[in-house]
DNA sequence: CCCTGATTCGC
DNA sequence: GCGAATCAGG
């Protein structure tokens, strides 16, 4: 099997899908796991957060967290001009704060002096650095402001779509309707029979017709074809 | 052992 | 470019 366009279209729906590599081999057919890893890297498809990778989660956030305070500013060795970093340093501002901004964390910001309570109309000066970006530094130990989290939304059932609106799905199943699949599973109008079952059976009296063969006298039956095999696996 | 994705490397 | 082999974590 060949890396047709078609096919290539459909890795990357899947992969962006988040399907699994395995399962997007499946679906498409002919090529490996492997296969389809390989090409979604040559692809430059995103990377997935991998079994193996997941363990370097825990070392480089924190590194990444406080690196940046070291290298927004010129690596002291390399700036020659000792007055301009006094200047940088020397640029702090004052900053007003309106009380009702969200505190920031409790062990945090000793420079915020309390306010008294029931005071809202108290400001805190806070100074700031300014950084050589011209971004306000946080003080030591600030937060950055929580984001306030969205605001509940009502859920509403889903519609189904109007190909399986009348058609009879795995939720709808139970011991008295029959179970016979129409179509295959994943397709977006598998569904069930839905007929009323054949009480006692799984399905109703006409799929029970197709599921169950009267047994033929023996003489009658035809040999199975031989397995182009050993036969199935025994464990 | 199964699964997963990433990477390597011979073709 | 391709993918089997291999690695390594869940």
Known sequence: ????????????????????????????????????IGKAHRLGLDS???????????AAPAAAAAAPAAEARPAPSKVKDKAAITAILESAVPVVEPKSAPAPAPSAAPAAAPAKPGDSTTTTLVYRSIGPGGFVRQGPGEQQAPIPPAPPRRLVPAKPSPEIADKTSLLELNDRIC????????????????????????????HCGVAYQAQLPRRDRRPPPPLPYGGPRVR
Not at 5 to 20: F, H, Q, S, V
Not at 21 to 29: P, T
Not at 180 to 203: I, V
């Open 179 to 206: 179970k016979w699949p129409l179509g295959h599973p994943g397709e977006p109008d598998f569904h069930f029979c839905g007929q009323q079952a054949n009480p006692g059976y799984p399905y109703c009296v006409q």
């Open 48 to 58: 997935r957060p991998s079994p193996v990778k997941a363990g370097e989660d825990k």
């Open 1 to 36: 099997m060949s890396w047709t366009d078609e096919r290539i279209d459909r890795l990357k729906a899947m992969w962006a899908e988040g399907k699994t590599a395995s399962a997007i081999a499946d679906e498409l057919g002919g090529v490996s796991r492997n296969a389809v």
